[in-house]
């Protein structure tokens, strides 16, 4: 599923754990379609807890954990969840349909169900309301604030979950506004050169955009600390050797923080990552990042031979479509 860039941002980065205290907390959970054989949930202070499946299927652990937010991921996908003192979680999903399919049942799952809806009202926000004019699109965002806040008041939810809810949506609110803006601007570039880049490279000195002219420039951005950007690597290179020799340069831009640059490098090596590996020099504030409008990652951009834009905010090495659109180009 397409995640809109600040649901798990707002959230996950932004809101603290409530609670002081850690509590005790049993989850089971039952996937269909499952992508890992573990699963693992995170929250503030480095708390993380690995789920492996056992001999009946399940997922079961009982783990202490604080009062507060939480995510959970199966290596490809997340969501966010809300533990509270002495719950007793049993989640069912199917992980070919992530989030439409996410149920919690138990003891002390009010809260982490209602973040589940919310997942979905945000994916049909961001597939609709980004599409409008500006006004309209402003109109639309104001409704969402107004809504979404009357919908947690109303709710059976936890008072400290109700107040942490309504600072979210605000912060959602100025977000969304402001990447509605740098999202316009990127898709008006369609056709114009493209912002360029002057990043290190793995293999040593620096790259830039320009040193590329006279290929298709494929450019992933993207992150170790990024599951869905993980999940895509396999099929990027499987792209890789299939266009092996063709007129594209499959570009890799990491945007990890400059404190974890080593990290990167090891990970490019243990994962024996190919085409050209660059690192971006101020993360999400790099230049090249902001001018393109990059709200969310895994982020892909395709450049022609001229260095113009085809396009702002190309399919995923995963979608076939991207295939098909290159072996046009290409052949």
């Known amino acids: 599923m397409k995640k809109l860039f600040v649901a798990g941002l707002v959230i996950f980065n932004a809101l603290n754990s409530i609670g002081q205290s850690t509590n005790s907390i049993k989850f089971t959970a039952k996937i269909a379609n499952r992508n890992s ?48 003192p002495n719950s007793e979680i049993n989640l069912t999903m199917d992980a070919k349909e992530f989030d439409e399919t996410i149920v919690y049942k138990g003891k002390g799952v009010n809260e982490s169900n209602f973040l589940a809806q919310q997942a979905l009202k ?8 980004f599409k409008k004019e500006a006004a309209e699109f402003a109109t639309l965002l104001d409704n969402k604030l107004k809504a979404d806040t009357e919908s947690v008041e109303k709710g059976d939810l936890d008072p400290e979950f109700k107040t942490a809810l309504k600072g979210s949506f605000e912060s959602f609110h100025q977000y969304a506004a402001e990447n509605y803006d740098r999202v316009s601007k990127a898709n008006k570039m369609v056709g114009k050169p493209s912002p360029g880049f002057d990043y290190e490279n793995f293999k040593g000195g620096k790259t830039k955009l320009s040193d590329l002219k006279g290929k298709y420039v494929y450019i992933d951005l ?4 990024c599951a869905p950007c993980r999940a895509e690597i396999p099929y990027l290179q499987k792209l890789e050797e299939k266009f092996h020799g063709k007129n594209i340069e499959f570009v890799s831009i990491s945007i990890d923080k400059l404190k974890d640059n080593e990290k990167w490098k090891k990970f490019v090596t243990d994962k024996h990552l190919g085409g050209t590996q660059l690192f971006a020099d101020k993360d999400w504030e790099s230049e090249f990042v902001m001018n393109y409008g990059v709200t969310g990652i895994p982020r ?32």
């Open 37 to 84: 054989d573990t699963l693992v949930i995170r929250g503030r202070n480095n708390f993380k807890q690995v789920i492996p499946i056992d001999q009946k299927g399940v997922f079961a652990a009982s783990f202490d954990a604080p009062k507060g937010f939480y995510m959970f991921t199966d290596g490809k996908e997340s969501s966010n969840l809300y533990l509270k």
């Open 222 to 225: 993207w992150a170790t600390w």
């Open 122 to 129: 945000d994916e049909t926000f961001q597939d609709n309301a």
């Open 300 to 331: 892909f951009i395709l450049i022609d031979p001229k260095g113009n834009i085809v396009k702002s905010d190309a399919p995923r090495p995963s979608d076939a479509a991207l295939e098909n659109e290159l072996n046009a180009l290409l052949n």
